[in-house]
C-alpha cells in the first residue's frame, strides 16, 4: 500500500503535503484503505481501466418525469469515470502510484472554493460530452492552475449537466455494492434551467415559461454568466462529485453487506408517482441546491426516498387532504417546533391571452421555526422561493426581521377599532406584506418586492408587475424538515392537548357528596332567587 511503502523510504515533502490535504478532509484513511485493495502488490500501483471501473456509472434505460430525455444521456454517463480518471490521475509506466492516487483526489475533490468545484464538474462533462462524439462550446486553458473556462452552454447541455450531477447523488445514496445495477429515476428539472436561461441568456418579455421546449431551445448561456448563477442559486452543485468519488472508493474497500447506510430504492419509479404533490423531488433538489443549512440533509432524504408520496411523517398538512382554512392548518401544524417548508399553488389568469388562460404557478417559503399565533412578525432566518414555471431563491436581506406572521382570531374576542389581519403572511409589514394568504385559504396576494425589506428582491412570479397580484389558492403543503426529534414532540404534544379537551368534557358527580352540594342544586337556588346573598364557606 502506498502508507506502508511511504514508512520504508524517505517521504518527499510533497507527499506530506498531499497527504496532509487528504487528512483535513478526512478522507486519508479511506484512501489509503482504497489504494491497498485496488493496487497490484507486485507495481504497488492501481491500473487505469481498475479506477476507471471504479468510479464507472451505468444505467441502462432511466426513467424521467419530464416529457422529454435526451438520448444521449445514458451513454453520457458510461463516459464520466473514465473522464474523472483522465483528468486526475496521472499515470506512469506502471500505473498510477500512491503519489498520483493522492494528488488526483486532491485536484477533484480538495478543499477549495466553490467557482473553482464548479469549473472542475465543468471540466468532466466536457470530457465526457467529447468522448461521446458530441461538440461542446466550452474551452478550456492548458495548465491553468485555476482551470480557466471560456465559451458557452445551450439549455439542452445543462438539463445533462444537472441530471450527471442527480444521478452521481442518487447512486450515493442508493447503491449497495458495486455489482448490483439499480434504478434511475431523473426529475423533471425544467424549473432550474428555466432559471439559468432567464439570468444568462437574452431573452424578451415575450418568452413563455409555461410551454417552453428546453431541449430544443436554442440560446446561448455564457459560461462566466452561468457560473455566477450557480453561485447564487445552486452553491453546493459540485458536492455531488466528491460524494460520489468517496462513495465508489468506499465501496471498492468494504464488502458488499457492508456498504455503508445507503438504501436501494424498491418504491413507486413510475413518472407520475410524486406529480400529485407540489414538492416532487426536482422542486426539493432545487431547494436543497441553496447554501447548506440544517435543513439540506431533510430536503435530501425527500429526494431521494423510496416513495416520496408516502412520506406522511414529514407531509404535516395539504390542503385538499386535511381541508382548507386557517383552522384546518392551525390544527396539523400546531406543536412542531423546528423548520417548516410551505409550498403554495395558485392560478391566474393571463391578461396578454385572448382565451384568459390560466396560468399555475408555485411559491415556497421556509421558517427556522414552528408558527405561533402572533399578531405581529417574528422568526430568526427563512427564505422564499419562486419554485414553479421558474426557480429562484430569495434569502434575507438582513434590513428588517419581518420573517413570519400567522394570526389567528383570539379565544376570547373582544371589540378592536384596529384589527390585524388573520391569515399567514411572510415579508414585508402588516397590510403591506410581500406574500399573504387568507384565513379561508381561498385567496394569495403576492406584493412587490419594495413593500419588502426582509428577504432579497426579485419576482416571485413570472410577469410579476408593481401592482399587488391576486390569485386563487389550488394547493397549500406544509412540510416538516426538523427530523423525528421535532415530530415526536409534536406527536407528544397532541396527545396532551387531547387528554386535557377529553378531561374538560366529563363532570364526574361522584365528587359531589349530596344534593346540596350538586351543581344541579345550585343552578335551580340561582333560577329561583338570583339576587339572594349566599355566605361563602372558607
Known sequence: MGASSSTEQPVSAEQRELENIAASTGALPLLQKSFSNLSDPQTNAISIQALQQCFHLCYEDPVCESQKKPESFPRLLDHLGSSIVDLFFLSEKGGINWLGFLGGYVKCCGRMSTSMSLNILL??????VKKLGLSSNLEFEPDAADCKINGSLVPSDLLLLLWMCWAMLWNVRTLKSSERKENLLLPDINHLVLSAVVACAEV?????????????????????????????TAPTLSDCLTQYVNRRLQISVLAEDEAGSSESISG??????????????????????????TITEEILKLCFSADIVGTDENLLYRSSTHGKGLN?????????????LVLISANSEDAYQDNNKARKWIIGALTQQGFENKDTFYGSSGNLYAISPIFHVFSPSGKEKNYVYSHLYPTGRV????????????????TNERIFIDEDFAKLTVRHHAMDKTYQPGSLIPNQGFLPVEASIAEVEVWGLGGKTAKEV???????????TEQRRKVDLKTFATWDDSPEKMMIDMMGDPNRVQREDR
Open 268 to 293: 413507486d419509479m413510475s413518472p407520475n408517482a410524486s406529480q400529485a404533490l407540489l414538492l416532487t423531488r426536482g422542486r426539493a433538489w432545487a431547494i436543497s441546491l441553496a447554501p447548506r443549512s
Open 328 to 340: 384546518r392548518f392551525w390544527s396539523n401544524v400546531e406543536g412542531y417546533h423546528g423548520p417548516l
Open 204 to 232: 424578451d418579455s415575450s418568452f413563455d415559461l409555461w410551454n417552453c421546449d428546453i431541449v430544443g431551445l436554442d440560446v446561448q448561456l455564457p459560461v462566466g454568466k452561468f457560473l455566477n448563477w450557480a453561485i447564487t
Open 490 to 500: 409534536q406527536d407528544s404534544y397532541k396527545k396532551r392537548e387531547e387528554l386535557f
Open 123 to 128: 471540466r468532466i462533462f466536457a470530457m465526457a
Open 415 to 430: 371589540y378592536e377599532s384596529h384589527p390585524k389581519p388573520v391569515g399567514i403572511a411572510f415579508g414585508g409589514t402588516t
